[in-house]
């Protein structure tokens, strides 16, 4: 590492080859101990922590939490049996020589100290006062493990693309208001009085028209923003790496994106056997309740559809009926099972029935008495389940059925602690419908144009080679050439390959309801771009912040921004959004009235 007038070492870097000689460290007093006329304090820089010596009273006494100090000293190791093996420098110690205070420290709203992180007393205060803070939490040692780690992924991914000929280019934060989902947030152009910009919510068009211009690799670490209302663990401006590719087909771009996935799990010290593993959307759907799969454990969902064709039960009279097995769960108290109910209820569901089968053969459970004799009898190896476990089921429609199952057997991996943070089942899932009703309840996007159809990813998504000819002609079923990737339950990223043609982009329009004069408003420029020889072209963006979350283990996105904003794009730190005095609202031209003219 490159030194400066402040140090000569960093503190991970006083070894045991430094015994004898005299360096000097700078950092934070991360902790100060005092044995009878003798002060220990813990040096902590960004590299870790060293030990310093004072024998110097009043050196030592001013030293407090937090303080910057600046230690010259000669390198010792430490006496016999105080050797401490948690740390790079444990077997040495500064004995200090000269001692300066570069700045004091008032007393913390929280402690940050390493050496008080991972113990039960040190309870650090609601997230509010973390944000509020920031620069005193981003101290804290895991916070500044995050935080690197976030650093390594970045490099590792632009050393992986320039390998394959990537260019990196920056494409304008300040762009027109197109359909892509969700509200933009507006700029005022001040210099145009009544127009706007909008902040990209991703640079999809973009990148395209980078296609068109030439380019055909392309990467960018693109800022992002949605104007969306409050979700938990969603940010209002975020970070993509964002990629696209000519002349590519979606094996090509699955195949340079796990590249770039081997290459950023190794950069924290991970391998990934690759190819990765695929799945299509139906099965995930069908065998795990969700377009997201958690694959790190099995108990797949049973469909029992057919099982209960004739059924007495009222409940199992219904278009779909799935089940998922809970293994052990048969002893269970029946306090349990009612919190599983609300459970359930919290998630939209009426409930959540239940049957078990306890460790003598007996089936137990609401559900049982409502069942036939051979539904009872063969019902144990119709859900592969054993003596001692529960099966839990949903019936009614087949997508949220599916869904409140797939919910249901996360929750019950969680409680049998079958979710380590540390391990990673990276899946891609394909094949996914071209559009979805505009009446979804889980579309995450606004619907753009004027039909009950909506796409399931972006109106630039190519059907898929069997559905070209005929897509239009039947929405309900028609199929992309799309891609996302998942891990460990979350989706990393997604992608597809692009329309270039205009024939196939006008029918898809149409059948999202946009008409010619409106898709000419608002995206004119790429439909009058793809006029002038497009090429072929396919790409993937990966939420940066997601996919960094994933890799440090860590519970929250917010853990590996440096500063993010709470609910509500609220910033604790800095307390934006604020308003505006009058005349720098004057001065922006919201309030342009062009009949005043």
């Known amino acids: 590492m490159s030194h400066s007038a402040y140090r000569t070492h960093y503190a991970t870097e006083v070894s045991e080859a430094e015994i004898g000689n005299t360096v000097t460290v700078s950092g934070w007093v991360d902790r100060r101990r005092d044995h009878g006329g003798v002060a220990f304090i813990d040096l902590r820089d960004m590299t870790g922590l060293v030990q310093v010596v004072i024998y110097d009273e009043e050196v030592a006494r001013p030293l407090r939490s937090e303080y910057v100090v600046q230690v010259e000293g000669e390198v010792r190791a430490r006496p016999e049996g105080n050797e401490n093996t948690h740390l790079a420098t444990g077997k040495i110690e500064i004995v200090a020589q000269k001692v300066t205070i570069l700045s004091k420290s008032d007393a913390l709203p929280f402690q940050v100290s390493t050496a008080l992180e991972n113990e039960s007393e040190n309870k650090l205060p609601g997230e509010d006062v973390r944000l509020r803070y920031r620069y005193l939490d981003l101290r804290r040692p895991s916070m500044q493990r995050s935080i690197r780690l976030r650093a390594k992924m970045s490099k590792a991914a632009r050393a992986a693309l320039d390998d394959m000929d990537f260019c990196e280019i920056e494409t304008p934060t300040l762009i027109k208001s197109t359909p892509e989902g969700a509200r933009d947030f507006l700029v005022p152009a001040r210099l145009v009085p009544g127009s706007w910009y909008a902040l990209p919510q991703s640079p999809q068009l973009l990148k395209q028209l980078l296609m068109v211009g030439g380019i055909e690799k392309y990467y960018q670490i693109a800022r992002c923003y949605r104007d969306e209302d409050f979700r938990a663990d969603r940010q209002p401006e975020f970070t993509q790496l964002d990629i696209e590719m000519s002349y590519a087909s979606q094996d090509d771009v699955m195949a340079m994106a796990e590249q770039v996935i081997a290459s950023v799990w190794q950069s924290a010290g991970y391998e990934v056997k690759l190819p990765l593993p695929r799945i299509t959307w139906h099965d995930a759907m069908d065998k795990y309740g969700s377009d997201k799969p958690d694959l790190r454990f099995g108990n797949e969902i049973v469909e029992l559809t057919d099982y209960f064709t004739n059924t007495p039960f009222r409940v199992f009279q219904a278009p779909y009926v799935g089940a998922v097995v809970y293994e052990g769960g048969a002893s269970l108290p029946r306090r349990q099972f009612d919190a599983w109910q609300e459970w359930a209820k ?20 609401p559900v049982a008495k409502n069942l036939s004799d051979e539904e009872r009898e063969g019902l144990k190896a119709a859900t592969h389940a054993k003596d001692g476990d529960a099966v839990f089921f949903a019936a009614g429609s087949r997508e949220s059925s599916q869904l409140l199952l797939g919910a249901v057997r996360v929750e019950i991996a969680s409680r049998q602690g079958l979710l380590k ?27 753009v144009g004027h039909s009950k159809w909506t796409s399931m990813h972006h109106p630039f998504t190519m059907p898929s080679a069997d559905w070209i000819e005929r897509f239009d002609q039947d929405p309900e079923h028609a199929m992309s050439d799309s891609y996302d990737i998942v891990c460990n339950g979350e989706e990393m990223g997604g992608g597809s390959v692009r329309i270039h043609r205009d024939d196939i982009q006008d029918r898809v329009l149409k059948v999202l309801g946009i008409a010619p004069e409106e898709a000419k408003e608002k995206f004119g420029f790429l439909l009058e771009a793809f006029k002038y020889g497009a090429p072929p072209h396919a790409g993937i963006a990966f939420g940066w912040d997601r996919t960094a979350q994933i890799l440090a283990g860590v519970d929250s996105i917010r853990d590996v921004i440096a500063f993010p904003k709470s609910g509500g794009g609220q910033d604790a730190l800095t307390g934006a959004p604020a308003p505006i005095s009058d005349d720098q609202r004057k001065e922006t031209g919201v309030d342009f009235d062009p009949d005043d003219e």
Do not use: I, N, S
């Open 346 to 365: 919290q998630r939209g569901a009426k409930g959540l029935a239940y049957v078990q089968f306890t460790e003598d053969g007996e089936l137990k459970g």
């Open 421 to 447: 943070p540390d391990e990673f089942a990276l899946t891609w899932v394909v094949d996914f419908p071209l559009f979805k009703p505009t009446d979804d309840p889980d579309d995450d996007d606004v619907a």
